[in-house]
């Protein structure tokens, strides 16, 4: 009996073969020839936990990958971090050339899945779906990068091109300061043209031109305090609960209606005595029912699409903040966290270059997904520096969960469109328009 999944592949590569080139049908040949290296490299990775605070199991994962970037020419290196931030570093395997566009790959070698979870091994479900942590994020999507690049090589096919790959090992968890964790990571970004992020893709036709950017606050509230048969009088005022409770129904109210923009509030506290641990993540109160309460506390996040949008949402909300209740005083203040990537023209521009090579596959149309679905991520450190294009990994679902899962029946038509995508970008030729 016949793989029904290889007679789509042949029934692909047929109909394709007009609108490829003679490099290009090779690539495909190279790529569905060598699914089960692709796999068997997936299958060791994921084998690995390498939760972000595992640091020698996010170490031992880099050196899965290096081992494969050095075979095909790479120049690879390790860099560290300073012990302070107590994190494994990163992985970065660099080809310097001038031919074409200068790209930037992007990576994590880190995943949610802590030492002190339940392990998940790789484990197949049936013919077109996997298990395991990280199989989607992101090792799915770092296979289907490694796996392009090994196909471009051994065809010869990489010669005098400028290509970083680049795997952090903190995606999910940086540590701080943000900026130190990240430095090179930007630095050498600047160097490129264009950007590509390797994280989950939404099936075989939509990519992210844009990821919210996150940011966080934090609410302080001081009030009179006294019986509570006084509450709402001149004289004794309103309390901190009620006046922490007003604010954060105005944000509700003001704001929650803007196209891109949701703030969270995750924590809160208010009582008699209230004792705030933010590293914990962890409050303690006490209080009676008689006692207006003196102190309230309330801690959230702040999700945006531009940098614009975000400083109009926090300047609503220190005008929302000042208009205290009577007897009550609050103070907001602000963190940054991750930039926005920004839906920009040239990310557009690099969505239509996707959509020719898709449509040459065989494959259909490509299409940029909705600018506020993803969250933040690696590749919104850079994107103002350069055209970026996210979602170029694996498909599947439930990222970030028990269960997570990699779409296998997808998997070698993402490794054939990140391949010849980079392979166009990368000729001396190349134009994104």
């Known amino acids: 009996m016949r793989n029904p999944i290889l007679i789509l592949f042949l029934f692909i590569s ?54 494969e970037l050095d075979k095909i020419g790479f120049t690879t290196e390790w860099i560290v971090l300073p012990d302070s931030l107590k994190r494994a570093g990163h992985l970065v395997a660099t080809v310097k050339g001038n031919k074409g566009k200068k790209l930037f790959l992007i990576g994590h070698l880190d995943t949610v899945f802590e030492l002190n979870m339940a392990f998940a091994p790789y484990t197949k479900l049936n013919d077109s779906t996997a ?3 990280g199989v989607n994020d992101m090792k799915g999507g770092n296979v289907v990068m490694i796996g392009a690049l090994k196909a471009l090589s051994n065809l010869g096919l990489l010669k005098n091109t400028h290509i970083i790959a680049y795997f952090t090992g903190d995606e999910e968890s940086s540590g701080f300061p943000h900026q130190v964790a990240r430095q090179d990571f930007i630095d050498r970004a600047k160097t490129t043209d264009i950007a590509l992020g390797f994280e989950g893709a939404a099936g075989l036709n939509t990519v992210a031109v844009a990821r919210r950017g996150i940011g966080g606050w934090k609410l302080n509230v001081e009030a009179k305090t006294g019986h509570s048969a006084g509450v709402f009088s001149e004289s004794a005022g309103f309390g901190a609960i009620y006046e922490a409770a007003r604010v954060i129904n105005e944000f ?28 914990a993540a962890k409050v303690e109160a006490i209080g009676k029912t008689n006692i207006i309460s003196p102190a309230a506390y309330v801690a959230g996040d702040l999700r945006f699409i531009s940098e614009v949008q975000r400083d109009q949402a926090r300047e609503k909300m220190r005008a929302i903040v000042s208009q205290s209740l009577n007897g009550t005083k609050s103070s907001i203040s602000f963190t940054d966290g991750l930039p926005a990537m920004e839906p ?3 990310n557009y521009r690099l969505v239509n270059f996707l959509d020719g090579v898709t449509k040459d596959m065989g494959i259909g149309t490509t299409k940029a997904g909705d600018p506020g679905s993803r969250g933040a991520g690696d590749i919104s450190d850079i994107a103002k520096y350069v055209d970026s ?8 679902g439930g990222a ?23 392979y166009r970008l990368t000729r001396e030729n190349a134009v994104v328009k």
């Open 344 to 346: 920009t023209e040239g």
């Open 252 to 279: 509700r109210t003001q704001l929650a209606n803007e196209k891109y923009l949701t703030f969270n509030a995750g924590l809160m506290s208010g009582g008699s005595e209230i004792k705030v641990d933010p590293s």
């Open 14 to 67: 047929t109909s394709a073969a007009a609108q490829l080139n003679k490099d290009e049908r090779k690539i495909i040949e190279y790529i569905n020839a060598h699914l089960k290296e692709s796999e068997q490299l997936l299958i060791e990775s994921v084998n690995i936990n390498s939760g972000t605070l595992n640091v020698e199991g996010v170490k031992k994962v880099g050196a899965v990958y290096r081992k």
């Open 400 to 422: 970030h969960k028990p269960g997570e899962t990699i779409n296998l029946k997808e998997f070698p038509y993402l490794i054939q469109r990140a391949a010849i995508m980079i």
């Open 389 to 396: 294009l996210d979602g170029m990994g694996a498909s599947g």
């Open 131 to 133: 298990t395991g942590q």
